[in-house]
């Protein structure tokens, strides 16, 4: 029976070059992710998926989310070339990637409703993929409203990923987090946070 993985990181070359172009020095997750060498290497990505049989992927960018590594007037490309490059990989090998979840330039509101139109009518994405704050504000804030009211509209999903790095500390006496804490406890924390504003907050009234 095929296997189909719903939540697979990934960084398309193109993406992956303009992000090291743009931000190449990012530290915490940023640090860590350009040391996967399956995020960009589809040869040594495939070697692993072999071992899981008849096995297929639905491919998400990696973190860092893209406010973070970039400013609201060159995010919306980096959006763009990601989205691009992961629908590119599901045409070309579609017996190993079933479908992508497109990423939005969230510190851009207009041009992420922008991004979320097109993905969906011109590449066939199975939804988008946001994080559970946008450079620390919350997804509740009224200016995502209409990217929620969008999804809601196409009747397809969001994907929600933590996002929280080491410069969030754990004690209001710190300046930065101590022993991973900022993922390990930091992301469960987020999630569960994001998740009960967006309920109190209405969005799923609004939205049912």
């Excluded at 931000?23 to 860590?32: E, S």
């Excluded at 300046?175 to 991973?180: G, H, I, K, L, N």
């Excluded at 967006?198 to 609004?206: A, E, I, N, Q």
């Amino acid at each position: 029976m095929r296997k189909i993985d719903i939540f697979n990181h990934i960084f398309p070359k193109p993406f992956y070059d303009k992000m090291m172009e743009v931000a190449g020095q990012h530290k915490d997750i940023g640090k860590r992710v350009r040391n996967i060498p399956v995020l960009v290497d589809l040869d040594e990505r495939f070697r692993v998926m072999d071992e899981f049989g008849d096995y297929v992927q639905v491919l998400s960018l990696a973190s860092p989310p893209l406010e973070v590594i970039a400013e609201a007037d060159r995010s919306p490309e980096l959006a763009r070339i990601a989205n691009d490059g992961m629908a590119e990989l599901c045409a070309k090998h579609p017996e190993r990637f079933c479908g992508f979840t497109a990423s939005l330039p969230m510190n851009n509101p207009d041009a992420a409703l922008s991004e979320i139109n097109r993905v969906v009518k011109d590449l066939g994405a199975n939804g988008v993929q946001m994080f559970t704050n946008v450079n620390g504000k919350p997804l509740d804030a009224p200016e995502f409203q209409p990217l929620f009211d969008a999804m809601a509209q196409h009747d397809l999903p969001t994907w929600i990923h933590p996002a929280r790095g080491a410069n969030f500390a754990d004690y209001l006496t710190e300046d930065r987090s101590e022993y991973e804490i900022w993922w390990t406890f930091g992301w469960p924390y987020e999630t569960s946070a994001m998740m009960a504003r967006l309920v109190f907050s209405g969005l799923f009234d609004r939205n049912p």
